[in-house]
């Protein structure tokens, strides 16, 4: 195998789910800057995949989190970016914590949104998530 071979990276999302609601955060940087999505990061090596999202959702929002399920997986292909990742969605629930913006450097800020009224623009692995019809509350 060759080190120079470009290949996607994994990425998780957590759609934490509260009266109705999912929780969004209004990404930061060069990478969907100005875009909304459900808090999440990169599955790091020899990582479970729930794991990964309590991890992401504890670092980002401050909250502890269950796995309620596996929601869907998108493929995203940013070619403008030159960078492609496969994103796994899972739906959670709010198990202790209150919403913070624990990283401010990456995040311009959170709220909580019905799923037929999110906010715009969303990142694209949540436009993909759209397209496949998929709905955290199904």
Known sequence: MHEDVKRPFIGVAGIVVKDGKVLLMKRRGAHGGGTWAPPGGKLEFNEEFEDAVRRELLEETGLRVRVVR??????NIFRNEGKHSITLFFVCSIVSGRVRNMEPDKCDGLGWFKWD???KPLFVPVLRLLEQGFSPFA
Do not use: D, E, I, S
């Open 70 to 75: 596996f929601g869907a997986v998108t493929n």
């Open 117 to 119: 009224a999110l906010p």
